[in-house]
């Protein structure tokens, strides 16, 4: 979903500028502010190799398993190749979803988070514009509104209003723009891996400015703070956006339509792949430990009690989670289910606390 992240943090911190690398002139820096540097910049070449290259190498791979499967339905038009499409969509939300929690650089500003993922979806407006699309020999889908095609559109054409739509009930002009939609997010996905591999625009490969925070040339990242701050923002902004947009919105108003991924009634995976990208972020790998290398690393050994405060934010927002009935559009409209769905947004509102105070201030010293 578009967020709205904000901008890197432009300053230097106390360990790393060169003006506090000695306490006096002509005294040698301690092996402690160099190692402080040394950790924090493989924290940074962690998050790239270990998370974020994986992670969109999943959602391009992903991507062009649900493409094929999309064509292989349109062809053989049965039960059994749409249900295989369908899974293929599922599984391609997961490294999506996941890496919600850094929507910042190329994903965000060369416009492919939109892309992919803009909701809701306007229905009435899709409905219009699906026969022109559709009609169109050479479509050019660079062109379309974000509004009316990426994830949803796709979701919306495969599984119905309500998670049950039938194979009888599919027209041509659907067929055709399921292809046209999967072929372009396999072009998005390739465009976003290699912004970070290669370069895009003139730009260089964001993998390497990353990972290279606080170089003298580096004016993306003058400092590894400003890096570091930017790992922040992506995993309180995602925290927030569970809390108040895909929580929050939907329970206050009783709308489905403000549920996201309600038309294939995958709202709750969504919204456990958000949780699990922030505990990757913070963890800097996959595993239930800290990785040497991580943010968590360097939290344990300064502040062991910040450590578990946000250890025990993530898991109770799981927790709380999972207990919310399936699917999550109907959850919202009982009271047993709305109740459920308080504690899950009261938890995911106190993790996003502890990330935006508490890891806030640790990261600023």
Known sequence: MKKTLLAALCFLSYSQSPLHATDRVGVAPSSSVRDLAVEKSAVLSQFVENLVLPQYRALQSSSETLAAEISIYVQQRNQASLDRARAAWRASRTPWEQSEAFLFGPVDSLGYDPALDSWPLDLGAFASALPEFAAQEQLDMFEVDPALKGFHAMEYLLFGLNNDKELESFTESEYRYLQSLATHQVEIAALLL????????????????????????????????????????????????????????????????????????????????????????????????????????????????????????????????????????????????????????????????????????????
Not at 306 to 318: D, G, P, R, V
């Open 194 to 365: 290699s912004s970070w591999t290669e370069g895009s625009e003139g730009s260089p490969a964001f993998a390497e400015t990353f990972k290279t925070a606080g170089a003298p040339e580096n004016e993306a990242y003058p400092s590894q703070t400003a890096a570091f701050q930017e790992l922040l923002e992506g995993m309180a902004g995602i925290a927030d956006e569970l809390a108040l947009t895909k929580l929050g919105e939907p329970l206050e108003s009783r709308d489905p339509n403000l549920v996201e991924s309600r038309f294939s009634h995958n709202s709750l995976a969504d919204f456990l792949s958000n949780l699990q990208g922030i505990r990757m972020v913070y963890m800097g790998g996959t595993g239930p430990e800290p990785e040497a290398a991580s943010i968590a690393a360097l939290v344990t050994a300064d502040d062991s009690a910040l450590h578990q405060k946000i250890l025990a934010a993530l898991n109770q927002t799981q927790v709380d989670l999972e207990k919310i009935p399936q699917p999550f559009v109907a959850a919202i409209g009982y009271d047993e289910g709305r109740n459920l769905v308080a504690m899950a947004k009261q938890s995911a509102s106190t993790l996003f606390a502890s990330l935006d105070q508490d890891l806030r201030a640790y990261l600023a010293r």
